[in-house]
């Protein structure tokens, strides 16, 4: 196969802190190492990249996302399909989309996951966008006494939160192979070495150290600011637009908006590493 070389690949931005379009890149191709490189910055500039017209294989989906790391596969994939690197995603009529809330995707992992990508199928005629969030603009908005205090916290993340009931396991049973997990309040990026909000809806359980009220209180004020628009593109999907997000700075939220239609869709996730905070890097709280 012929190896596709870009000079310079095209961004268009969705919004001023998060989001861009890219263009001049054909994921049926096996791309360049400079190419990868360029689409690896896009990402860390902009948390999560957009491509159109993309009409791949599930073995172009999983090769392009190898490119970037490891991959996983996820538990909620179907045992013996013949891609286990592919989750599929998809509700209609009998199935109501239930990834509506702000999240960011395995955060119960050990090591969460680098990013997503995730390609669209199957859509309704309208509805079924996807929202996403600048989690390090979300931590540069609080006040400085905020970000001093929670750059100290810690927070557990359980997989039984959501995935419970949807495998039909109970959460001593989720937890015998994927026990919840303790991470940082705020997380420094490996790569920028910025700061992020590292809670959300989905996972979260608790912050440690803290009473429930109290753990309750914070983590509504932390997971509130995923919701200002300031911080947000928003995406409206086309049959073949592929999504890559970064999980380490970014939450999204799929508007579940076109029940009873169908909205099909497969997500290949590149595995990560272990959440930490670094309290030399990133600046200090209110910089």
Aim: charged fraction near 25%; glycine fraction near 6%.
């Amino acid at each position: 196969m012929t190896i596709t070389s870009v000079p310079t690949i095209v961004e268009r931005k969705l919004s001023p802190q998060i989001g861009a379009e890219i263009h001049g890149v054909d994921l049926r191709e096996e791309l360049s190492d400079q190419t990868v490189s360029q689409i690896r910055d896009a990402l860390l500039r902009n948390k999560v990249i957009f491509f159109r017209e993309q009409d791949i294989t599930s073995e172009q989906h999983i090769a392009f996302a190898r490119r970037f790391g490891a991959l996983e596969i996820h538990p909620a994939t179907p045992k013996g399909q013949e891609h286990m690197e592919v989750l599929r995603i998809s509700h209609g009529p009998n199935s109501r989309g239930t990834e509506n809330n702000w999240h960011s995707d395995v955060t119960w992992r050990a090591e969460p996951s680098l990013g997503s990508i995730l390609r669209a199928m199957e859509l309704p005629e309208a509805g079924g966008d996807t929202l996403f969030a600048n989690m390090e603009a979300a931590y540069d908005g609080l006040s400085p006494k905020m970000q001093e205090w929670i750059c100290g916290l810690t927070a557990v993340h359980d997989i039984a939160r959501v995935f419970a009931k949807r495998l039909k396991m109970t959460a001593e049973e989720l937890h015998e192979k994927f026990p919840p997990q303790r991470h940082p309040v705020v997380r420094t990026h490996p790569e920028t070495g910025r700061r992020s909000i590292y809670v959300n809806t989905g996972f979260t359980s608790h912050i440690e150290g803290l009473s429930r009220k109290e753990s309750d209180w914070l983590l509504d004020h932390l997971y509130s600011q995923a919701a200002r628009p300031e911080y947000q593109c928003r995406f409206v999907w086309r049959t073949n637009s592929i999504a890559f997000w970064d999980n380490r700075s970014s939450q999204h939220y799929a508007a579940s908006d076109y029940f009873p239609l169908v909205r099909t869709m497969e997500r290949v996730t590149v595995a990560g590493d272990r959440p930490y905070f670094d309290p030399s890097q990133g600046g200090k709280a209110g910089e």
